[in-house]
């Protein structure tokens, strides 16, 4: 991704890993932050464009980036996510929402992403920095805990 202009491999990346981010973040922080939060690393990516493009994992450092931003508006309170229309989307519990909030950090984010986003446990790994059997390990904690909140079978 090194050859070409800063304006066509931001362009480029952005088309290829936005929504990936914006998916990231918005499971670690909720809709509505995680979106902003998404906006802002897009934001300090491009005006540190020429350093970010050569690194490794771009996307995790940017992910990293949305979430320092994201701190003050977690600051006082669990991520909020959009409840649930029942008339819309008919097969979504509408207990859901609270019961991923109430997730830990980790635990919520890797079962949005898998189950939610369907990314493989591989790709969770390498955005977090975790072995795919820690991933493995907070998903199915994970599951069990939201099984318990909805009053679904363990």
Not at 36 to 50: F, M, N, Q, S, T
Not at 96 to 115: D, K
Not at 130 to 143: G, I, T
């Amino acid at each position: 991704m090194v050859a070409g202009s800063r304006v066509d491999t931001f362009t480029e990346f952005v088309a290829v890993h936005e929504s990936r981010l914006r998916e990231s973040l918005m499971a670690a922080c909720g809709g509505e932050v995680g979106r902003e939060a998404a906006a802002e690393a897009l934001g300090y990516g491009w005006e540190h464009w020429d350093r970010v493009r050569h690194m490794e994992n771009p996307v995790g450092y940017l992910y990293k980036v949305g979430r320092t931003k994201s701190r003050r508006a977690l600051r006082r309170r669990r991520p909020l996510f959009d409840p649930v229309d029942g008339g819309r989307i008919p097969d979504v519990e509408p207990k859901l929402p609270a019961a991923l909030a109430a997730l830990s950090e980790r635990q919520r984010i890797v079962v949005v992403l898998v189950h939610g986003y369907g990314w493989t446990q591989s790709e969770v790994g390498d955005l977090l920095g975790l072995a795919r059997s820690s991933v493995r390990n907070h998903l199915e904690r994970a599951m069990a805990s939201l099984r318990n909140a909805i009053g679904g079978a363990a």
